[in-house]
Every structure is written in C-alpha cells, then in structure tokens.
C-alpha cells in the first residue's frame, strides 16, 4: 500500500516555475515507478511524465519536454515536478501516481495509487 500526497501548487504568471512534491508513505514506493499525470476541468487526465523506481530514466508528454523535469528522492520517499516556462495552457489539478508496470507507464490505468491533486493556475 503507498499513500501519495502532493503539495506546491498555487498562482503563477506565465513564464514562471513551480515546484510540486509528492510525499509517499509505504515501504515499497523505492520499487514503484512513479508518473505526473494533469486534469483540466472538462478535460480527461493527461499523462506528463513518469520517472523509473531507480530515478535512472524520465519519459515525458511532448507538451511539456524541455520545460517539466522529474526527480526523486529515495531516501526521503519523495518524487518532485519541477515545472519552468510555464503557460496558460498548463493550468490543471496535477496528480503524482505510483505504478508496479512496466516502466514506463503512460496511461492512467497502469497507476495503482494516485494523490488527490494539487491546483497550478498560470496566468496570461
């Protein structure tokens, strides 16, 4: 069982950055792939990007390349969402996931845990 909670999010001018974290509690999140996902009102949830169990590998949405980078901290159970440039069109409820597939998983249904969001607004 991994519990996920992320924080961070808030206001933001376009062309600024953010910086979300998601804290995990259980004893497996250092074997979980973890990935970023994203949801717009109206607007299924969108994959942005997942990093392997080891940190070793990121895979990201074309949309975000470039500006999104994933890291995490094994030690202290935590994966990070560093998010520069940010646009109008980033705006959305950003959700960390925990996943046992294949790495890497890009679609919802292969995420076993999920957060309960956190709000990023950029504004033009």
């Known amino acids: 069982q991994v519990q996920l909670v992320e924080s961070g999010g808030g206001l933001v001018q376009a062309g600024g950055s953010l910086r979300l974290s998601c804290a995990a509690s259980?004893?497996?999140?250092?074997?979980?792939?973890m990935g970023w996902f994203r949801q717009a009102p109206g607007k299924e949830r969108e994959f942005v990007g997942t990093i392997s169990w080891s940190g070793g590998a990121t895979y990201y949405a074309d949309s975000v390349k470039g500006r999104f980078t994933i890291s995490r901290d094994n030690a202290k159970n935590t994966v990070y969402l560093q998010m520069n440039g940010l646009k109008p069109e980033d705006t959305a409820v950003y959700f960390c996931a925990a996943s046992s597939f294949q790495y890497p998983a890009l679609v919802p249904s292969e995420y076993d845990y999920w957060g309960q969001g956190t709000q990023v607004t950029v504004s033009s």
């Open positions: 259980g004893r497996t999140f250092s074997r979980n792939n």
